[in-house]
């Protein structure tokens, strides 16, 4: 999300503004320093819907993928409708259920 740490990561690559979306699902504060998903849950979680060229979707989700520690299963990536767009969305993985539910991450 704009302002958060791993923005950075994303920013000069984002085509358009990105656009505030919520998705179902249990949004937790891991005490890590970073939130988690779960996917099984009846609330909704804020996040944004961020728009990239086609061309450089590859190597943006594989940067991210890095960092999200999808080989080690912390997080998983799946696709979602978000807002009614398909999205790739990076849900708990091995981290499921773990921390304290809140409404937004800070």
Request: glycine content about 12%; overall charge neutral; proline content about 6%.
């Amino acid at each position: 999300m704009p302002g958060q740490a791993r923005w950075r990561l994303i920013e000069g690559q984002v085509t358009g503004q990105p656009e505030n979306a919520s998705l179902t699902g249990d949004l937790r504060d891991t005490g890590y320093g970073y939130p988690a998903l779960n996917a099984a849950a009846d609330r909704e979680a804020p996040g944004v819907l961020c728009a990239f060229e086609p061309t450089t979707m590859t190597r943006i989700l594989a940067g991210l993928d890095v960092v999200e520690g999808i080989a080690s299963r912390l997080f998983t990536r799946q696709l979602r409708n978000v807002n009614g767009t398909l999205a790739w969305v990076y849900l708990a993985g091995d981290c499921a259920g773990i921390g304290t539910p809140i409404n937004a991450w800070r």
